[in-house]
């Protein structure tokens, strides 16, 4: 394997969105609702809302109306890319007699309510028939199309832990319906077969006259054994195998992991002959949201999780790193780099990161406070440097660095509670207002921009 000498010339730098945490606007131009706009109106069986603060898509940064805005921030943080999501509601009229089509990405409540959504098999066609609308729309202008977002969190928290839509869970206070021990894994299997059919399609019949690539994007942490006995070597892999294998497996390698197998038996489906000929190298590159890391040991009974308990406080009491305002991220950009080399070395496709983002305690404070979030900075300034580290020390090809996210937005079960942006939004008066990160990550994407001699200490040594 040759080693890089500096990151590619054609980089791309720049941030991430999704549709419905930013666009609002929803019934404009007929767009029906997603399984999104369905959970965040409804209540769990408990009464409880699926929000914590009670809140909706509804509105959010009303970049429906204010997208302009918003690709002007973009372009004054010196961004080259953007990521941002297709609203499926809004691009198939899902209306009786339909008449006009538009964008989105949220599963139709329409087919949810029709044959359950993902559950049912029938979805790879009506997947494939949305991605040749899309490929026949837009495909003269994409040049990286990306099929799912993190098929792990679809499958796992719809349909395990029920905290995003459609919110089944085995847990009778949080869903009347719902199967914790088998949904999940039938779900991603049809996430899966979805991906890999609407690539086929695009190979066999986009590719050649558009000329762009296409592929998934998964999410992963690092997981890392709490000590060096077997029994927790043997929890890290379970974890990795449960979260990234379960998905980069059969789409890079044609099958499910052997630990996988080994723990939900025949709850978990199988790939037919035919199947496995169109999932097996079903992605032109690897695409990778990537936050935290966590110590493993064995145990628990999450098989979401491969029945491992995670946590950050090592042996000796020490953190990894320091704490978002979210549980699940600590700042350890060690392990950011491990998990790269990894992906790179397991997988061999060209990475591309299509988010990486911290939420800082500041976020809470008051506007004046909240725009100085050096905490998010400093995780910024880690993973950056993570990134040239195994880019030019191990040798990844990684082709992209987007950060969640260009503005503050809905952060799904957590409503507006969590803020993820650059961009501080104000959403009394949907003034934006950026934070000192996207300052310092204008300044990251100079030197990535200089591309003839990065060292990984210039991005240490950027201030913010
Ligand atoms: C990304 O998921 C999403 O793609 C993006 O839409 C989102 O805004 C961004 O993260 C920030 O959250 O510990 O039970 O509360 C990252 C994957 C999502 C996996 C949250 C862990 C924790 C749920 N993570 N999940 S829980």
């Given at each position: 394997?040759?080693?890089?000498?500096?990151?590619?010339s054609?980089?791309?730098?720049?941030?991430?969105t999704?549709a419905?945490?930013?666009?609002?606007?929803?019934?404009?131009?007929?767009?029906?609702?997603?399984?999104?706009?369905?959970?965040?109106?409804?209540?769990?069986?408990?009464?409880?809302?699926?929000?914590?603060?009670?809140?909706?898509?509804?509105?959010?940064?009303d970049?429906?109306?204010?997208?302009?805005?918003?690709?002007?921030?973009l372009?004054?943080y010196?961004?080259?890319?953007?990521?941002?999501?297709?609203a499926?509601?809004?691009?198939?009229?899902?209306?009786p007699?339909a008449?006009?089509?538009?964008?989105?990405?949220?599963?139709?409540?329409?087919?949810q309510?029709?044959?359950?959504?993902?559950?049912?098999?029938?979805?790879?066609?009506?997947?494939?028939?949305?991605?040749?609308i899309?490929?026949?729309a837009f495909?003269?202008l994409?040049?990286?199309?990306?099929?799912?977002?993190?098929?792990?969190?679809?499958?796992?928290?719809?349909?395990?832990?029920?905290i995003?839509?459609?919110g089944?869970?085995?847990d009778?206070e949080k869903s009347t319906?719902?199967?914790?021990?088998?949904?999940?894994?039938?779900v991603?299997?049809?996430?899966?077969l979805?991906?890999?059919?609407?690539?086929?399609?695009?190979?066999?019949q986009?590719?050649?006259?558009?000329?762009g690539s296409?592929?998934?994007?998964?999410?992963?942490?690092?997981?890392i054994?709490?000590d060096?006995?077997?029994?927790?070597?043997e929890?890290?892999k379970?974890?990795?195998?449960?979260c990234?294998?379960?998905?980069?497996?059969?789409?890079?390698?044609?099958?499910?992991?052997?630990?996988?197998k080994?723990?939900?038996?025949?709850?978990?489906?199988?790939?037919?002959?035919?199947d496995?000929?169109?999932v097996?190298?079903?992605?032109?590159?690897f695409?990778?949201?990537?936050?935290?890391?966590?110590?493993?040991?064995?145990?628990?009974?999450?098989e979401?999780n491969?029945?491992?308990?995670?946590?950050?406080?090592?042996?000796?009491?020490?953190e990894?790193?320091n704490?978002?305002?979210?549980?699940?991220?600590q700042?350890y950009?060690e392990?950011?780099r491990s998990?790269?080399?990894f992906v790179?070395?397991?997988?061999?496709?060209?990475?591309?990161?299509t988010?990486?983002g911290?939420?800082?305690?500041?976020?809470?404070?008051?506007?004046e406070?909240?725009?100085?979030?050096?905490?998010r900075?400093?995780?910024?300034?880690?993973?950056?440097r993570?990134?040239t580290?195994?880019v030019?020390?191990d040798g990844?090809?990684?082709r992209?660095?987007?950060?969640w996210?260009?503005?503050?937005?809905?952060?799904?079960?957590?409503?507006?509670?969590?803020?993820?942006?650059?961009?501080?939004?104000d959403?009394?008066?949907?003034k934006?207002?950026?934070?000192?990160s996207?300052n310092?990550?204008?300044?990251v994407?100079?030197?990535?921009?200089?591309n003839?001699s990065?060292?990984t200490?210039?991005?240490?040594?950027?201030?913010a």
């Amino acid at each position: 394997m040759s080693t890089n000498t500096k990151l590619p010339s054609g980089f791309f730098f720049g941030f991430a969105t999704a549709a419905y945490q930013i666009e609002g606007s929803p019934t404009a131009l007929g767009k029906t609702p997603s399984i999104w706009d369905t959970f965040t109106h409804e209540r769990a069986p408990n009464g409880k809302h699926h929000i914590k603060d009670g809140s909706s898509g509804d509105v959010s940064t009303d970049s429906f109306n204010r997208w302009a805005q918003d690709i002007a921030l973009l372009k004054s943080y010196g961004a080259n890319s953007y990521r941002f999501s297709l609203a499926w509601t809004r691009v198939v009229d899902f209306r009786p007699n339909a008449q006009k089509t538009l964008y989105h990405w949220d599963l139709p409540q329409a087919l949810q309510d029709r044959y359950g959504g993902w559950l049912d098999r029938r979805i790879v066609d009506d997947f494939v028939h949305y991605a040749r609308i899309c490929f026949e729309a837009f495909g003269d202008l994409v040049a990286h199309w990306i099929t799912l977002n993190e098929p792990w969190c679809v499958a796992t928290h719809g349909y395990a832990h029920g905290i995003s839509a459609p919110g089944r869970s085995s847990d009778r206070e949080k869903s009347t319906e719902g199967n914790t021990s088998t949904e999940p894994w039938i779900v991603g299997h049809n996430l899966i077969l979805s991906h890999a059919y609407a690539v086929q399609l695009y190979k066999q019949q986009f590719a050649a006259s558009q000329g762009g690539s296409i592929g998934i994007t998964l999410n992963s942490g690092w997981y890392i054994p709490w000590d060096e006995s077997p029994d927790c070597v043997e929890a890290a892999k379970r974890a990795l195998d449960t979260c990234l294998g379960w998905f980069a497996d059969p789409i890079y390698k044609g099958y499910y992991p052997s630990r996988m197998k080994a723990m939900l038996g025949d709850r978990l489906p199988e790939f037919s002959p035919d199947d496995v000929e169109v999932v097996k190298g079903s992605s032109d590159f690897f695409g990778l949201n990537a936050y935290s890391a966590s110590l493993c040991q064995l145990g628990g009974d999450d098989e979401t999780n491969g029945k491992v308990k995670m946590g950050y406080v090592r042996p000796d009491g020490t953190e990894l790193g320091n704490q978002a305002s979210v549980p699940w991220i600590q700042d350890y950009p060690e392990g950011f780099r491990s998990l790269l080399t990894f992906v790179w070395k397991t997988y061999g496709k060209p990475i591309y990161i299509t988010e990486n983002g911290f939420a800082a305690k500041s976020d809470a404070l008051p506007l004046e406070q909240a725009l100085h979030d050096t905490d998010r900075i400093n995780y910024f300034r880690g993973y950056t440097r993570a990134l040239t580290e195994a880019v030019l020390e191990d040798g990844a090809d990684i082709r992209s660095y987007l950060a969640w996210s260009l503005i503050d937005n809905f952060e799904w079960a957590d409503g507006y509670t969590t803020r993820f942006g650059v961009t501080y939004v104000d959403y009394e008066t949907q003034k934006r207002y950026p934070k000192d990160s996207a300052n310092f990550i204008s300044q990251v994407r100079f030197f990535f921009s200089m591309n003839s001699s990065i060292h990984t200490s210039d991005i240490a040594a950027l201030v913010a």
